[in-house]
């Protein structure tokens, strides 16, 4: 009798686990959330269904393995316009070390502008200022260990600060990309964020208290801290597919998907698309985000970017996304990669 309940209770665990995963999203649960803002136009323009596709320098953000691909230095530039004035910026350089490997250096920022010092006896303002913002700088090694099978690994420092408080930590990332012998199909998978918990420290944090105010004659101003809450890293694990179609031997088309599983959100599909025209000078880009997640803001994405490499060593891309927003601005993407 004992088994039969406790197979019974099994059995109701996973009928009922999709239901109660629905229900229970931990939305708005992670700290550093600028570390789920995509980086890069080409990506961003493809859905963001790019983890089996990377193989630029915005890798070191998608999938640390894709930068094993590359041969020549690289350096890339992103800007991201994005909603209420915040603007994301990546910039990161990729340095082939030969037989050793591929070494990589990023740095993501998020901005969000000064702003006015308020409180509730000045509303209008104190004439204070303060500012927010938010850092990750990463150091990234790739290598093929077989000829159709890479790995790469990100280590990074994460910061983020308001006003005189902060708060600091270290992530990893993890990525490995494999060509199939299946028509040239490739599979990804990457983790993304796995590392410490962050909380809040500082100068704001720290207040004058009184531990005893029904009594007389004690010290009334106790120097204090308050203490905040540890948060974790938004994890996501994701797995991609993708496959270049050639046409007309100068032609090129590339389709991806991409499958997310966040530790702050249910799970989700990306799918995108890039046609190369004319030997890679000309690329337009489609996708959409999101799919199969309830209250997404996020939806369709658009792009294009110019490839030339016509000044002598030195190739230049120039790449532009724009991104649907349900309720907020759409999103802005522009980024130019240099390779030499």
Avoid at 3 to 30: D, F, H, N, Y
Avoid at 43 to 62: I, P, Q, T
Avoid at 126 to 140: N, V
Wanted: aromatic share 12%; proline share 3%; charged share 15%.
């Amino acid at each position: 009798m004992f088994s039969k309940r406790i197979l019974i209770m099994i059995v109701l665990s996973v009928l009922l686990q999709p239901l109660l995963a629905q229900q229970v999203t931990k939305t708005g649960t992670t700290a550093a959330k600028f570390l789920s803002i995509g980086i890069g136009p080409r990506a961003n323009a493809m859905g963001s269904a790019y983890s089996a596709v990377a193989d630029d320098a915005s890798a070191m953000y998608w999938n640390p393995s894709g930068i094993a691909h590359i041969s020549e230095y690289q350096t890339i530039f992103t800007y991201t316009k994005m909603f209420a004035d915040i603007n994301v910026n990546y910039l990161g350089a990729v340095i082939p070390a030969g037989d050793i490997g591929v070494f990589g250096l990023s740095v993501t920022s998020l901005n969000v502008g000064e702003m006015e010092v308020t409180t509730e006896y000045y509303p209008e303002g104190t004439g204070e200022r303060f500012s927010a913002a938010s850092y990750a700088f990463g150091l990234t090694y790739a290598k093929y260990i077989t000829q159709d099978f890479a790995v790469g690994v990100t280590l990074k420092y994460i910061r983020e600060g308001i006003y005189n408080s902060s708060a600091e930590g270290f992530g990893i990332d993890v990525g490995t990309v494999f060509t199939t012998p299946f028509y040239g199909v490739k599979f990804a998978s990457s983790i993304s964020n796995y590392g410490s918990k962050l909380q809040m420290s500082g100068d704001d944090l720290l207040i004058r208290h009184d531990p005893d105010p029904n009594r007389a004659g004690n010290n009334q101003t106790i120097d204090a801290n308050y203490t905040t809450d540890q948060f974790e890293l938004p994890l996501r694990l994701q797995v991609g597919l993708s496959r270049d179609f050639v046409i007309l031997n100068e032609h090129r088309l590339t389709l991806a998907v991409d499958a997310i599983h966040p530790n702050d959100n249910n799970q989700w599909v990306n799918v995108g698309g890039e046609i190369s025209l004319f030997d890679n000078l000309l690329s337009i880009r489609g996708g959409y985000k999101g799919l199969f997640l309830d209250d997404t803001q996020e939806g369709l994405t658009l792009g294009a970017g110019i490839h030339y490499g016509g000044l002598g060593v030195i190739k230049i891309s120039v790449d532009y996304s724009y991104q649907q927003m349900k309720y907020l601005n759409h999103l802005h993407s522009f980024g130019v990669v240099l390779s030499f």
